[in-house]
C-alpha cells in the first residue's frame, strides 16, 4: 500500500487541506471521536488522541496556527501521559 501511494500526487492530507486550504472545519470529530469513546467504554486510556482532536479543534476555531511547535507540543503530551502509567 504504501508503494501505491508512495508516487501519489497528493502530499497533504485531506485533513491539512481543510484548515489550510479551504479553511473549513476537518472530519476529525467522526474520525477520532469514536477511538476516544472506545478507549472510554473499554477502560483505555487514549490521551495522545485527545489531545490531537483538541489541537485540531483549535486550529479549525482560528485559535491555534500551524507549525512544528504543534508536534512537539503533541509529543510532550504523549511523553506526560505515559509517565503517568510509570507512577
Not at 33 to 46: D, E, L, N, S, Y
Amino acid at each position: 500500500m504504501a508503494d501505491h501511494y508512495r508516487h501519489s500526487a497528493k502530499t497533504r492530507s485531506g485533513i491539512w487541506r481543510d484548515l489550510a486550504v479551504r479553511k473549513r472545519k476537518t472530519e476529525t470529530s467522526p474520525l477520532l471521536g469514536p477511538v476516544i469513546v472506545a478507549g472510554q467504554r473499554h477502560g483505555v486510556a487514549t490521551p495522545t488522541v485527545a489531545r490531537l482532536a483538541a489541537m485540531i479543534g483549535e486550529m479549525e476555531d482560528g485559535q491555534r496556527g500551524f507549525g512544528q511547535d504543534n508536534l512537539a507540543e503533541l509529543a510532550r503530551s504523549r511523553f506526560l501521559s505515559s509517565m503517568r502509567f510509570l507512577r
